[in-house]
């Protein structure tokens, strides 16, 4: 039966609503979005929502430690908290209390893998939950595990860190959480020092000679360069002294050498050198490590 607004108040029925959104390692945002919502009375948040607001810190914690129980149930390892995911966590739940509904992106509002990018977090693999209730944080991840895509995110293998929001308004919680797989994180010269290992690990694999790595540094710069254009392109590098060969790659981790390698590493490579460079691009949105390497 419709209420009636010009009653006074009513008590309440417990209420909830559910969406999801999965983004995968294509490095392509997903046009789809997987939704599950319940009915809840949109004019009696509108009310709440004249209350105090906080973020429930006990709350986020509550919900952290029941996807970390529900993942060692599956045997799967649990998540670490990464505070640059709490942070988007918190910030899309403030909107979403803000707008008084449930969404995984609000105009003006960057898709998820940018959001996760803008706070300086590297990954390969988002997913997104989101819920509204007003009975409490058990029953929210009761609700979330009921349903088939909100549980998939939570018991992703592939996920490795997770933010979690929860945002108190009257007897409404707004939760966000976030799931992503982190990319490793390492400066310039740790990344180009890690592609150095895999090469010499690849030189050895075959029986040979690993070449001699030379420094220069004019192939950092054009490793940032390609993020910038977000294009690969060896044409500058190629024109540098003494170059024989010119190979230019992204990856997510620096150790991961591409299939081309072969075509520059042979018994006659006397040496090399190389450059990494982490950045996002538009086609690469949460960040990729764009490599070039010539060889002498």
Known sequence: MPRDKTAGPRPRAASWSLAVLL???????????????????????????????????AGEAQLLELINQARSEQGLPPLTVDERLTKAARKHTELMVQHLQLSHQFEGEPPLQIRFGNENLPSDRQSENVALNNRNIASVHEGL???????RSILDPGFNVVGVGVFRSGEDIYVTEDFARKLPEYSEPQAEASAQAAIEQYAKSRGL???????????????????????????????????????????DDPAQLPKGIAQVLSPQTAGYSLGACF??????????????????
């Open 23 to 57: 983004l995968f390692p294509s490095h392509v945002l997903a046009d789809d979005l997987m939704a599950l919502a319940l009915p809840f009375n949109l004019q009696a948040g509108t009310a709440s929502n004249a209350q105090p607001k906080q973020f429930d810190t």
């Open 145 to 151: 595990m009921q349903s088939p895509p909100h549980r």
């Open 209 to 251: 000679r690993a070449p001699e790595r030379k420094p220069q540094l004019q192939l950092r710069h054009m490793a940032c360069t390609m993020a910038l254009t977000d294009a690969l392109n060896g044409n500058d590098a190629m024109r540098l002294p003494g170059v024989h060969g010119v190979l230019a790659w992204t990856a």
């Open 279 to 296: 950045a996002p691009s538009l086609s690469h949105p949460g960040g990729v490590y764009w490599v070039v390497m010539v060889t002498y």
